[in-house]
């Protein structure tokens, strides 16, 4: 039970991972020639390079960010360089992000309400990555904490989207309006649930001198 209890999370971030990691695969295997799984958008076709970058990026951001939550691999060494990889496959993930949002722009309402979205969250990723590190490389280790939990919150959230768009699709439709509002839907879900995870940790306090003077 205890050895659940220490590898729920991990094992829950895996699992919501799985579906974008599963279709980003698919994506690939289009790509490069193989057997159409998904449906086809010449949008990606057209430029593959930061879509494969992209993809690679979002699986390895995806996994490696899910086994930091382990409590015994931040013990670890491993912790430490994981989480340099996790800070260049999160960077590989909002700069194509980023460019993809720029240069390979959905139309109408999609365009309209997840393009400023897409921007600010591009940003808001790199931003909190570099924080995160700065904190790190300072042994801030709440404050990096902290960062590195947005920065993943937000890079997770095709995870969270399947979820939006399938309950949300099936309660509300699938009109272009409705389907841009449950994808930024997403965001909004995955922040609220990290800042409840950064709040929900006790902190420790350390006496105060005198107080620690007064103790025989």
Do not use: K
């Not at 039970?1 to 279709?23: F, K």
């Not at 439709?173 to 940790?201: F, H, P, Q």
Request: hydrophobic share 50%.
């Amino acid at each position: 039970m205890t050895r659940w209890r220490t590898w729920r999370v991990t094992i829950a971030l895996v699992a919501l991972g799985t579906v974008p990691v599963v279709a980003g695969a698919l994506r690939l295997v289009e790509l490069s020639g193989g057997t159409q799984a998904i449906p086809s958008d010449a949008r990606y076709h057209a430029t593959p390079l930061p879509v494969v970058l992209h993809i690679t990026c979002a699986a390895a951001f995806a996994v490696v960010g899910a086994f930091q939550f382990a409590p015994r691999l931040r013990r670890h060494s491993w912790h430490r360089r994981a989480g340099r990889v996790l800070v260049v496959a999160g960077l590989g993930v909002a700069l194509s992000a980023l460019w993809l949002n720029q240069y390979v722009p959905r139309e109408g309402a999609t365009r309209e309400v997840l393009y400023p979205l897409r921007l600010a969250f591009g940003v808001a990723m790199v931003v909190t990555l570099v924080l995160g590190l700065r904190a790190a490389r300072r042994r801030d280790t709440t404050r990096h904490r902290a960062w590195m939990i947005r920065s993943y919150a937000i890079g997770l959230v095709a995870g969270t989207q399947v979820f939006t768009l399938g309950i949300g699709g099936a309660l509300l439709g699938t009109g272009d309006l409705t389907t841009a509002l449950l994808l930024a839907a997403a965001w909004g879900i995955n922040l609220a649930v990290a800042e409840g995870a950064i709040r929900s940790r006790p902190r420790r306090r350390t006496p105060a001198p005198a107080m620690r003077a007064a103790v025989p």
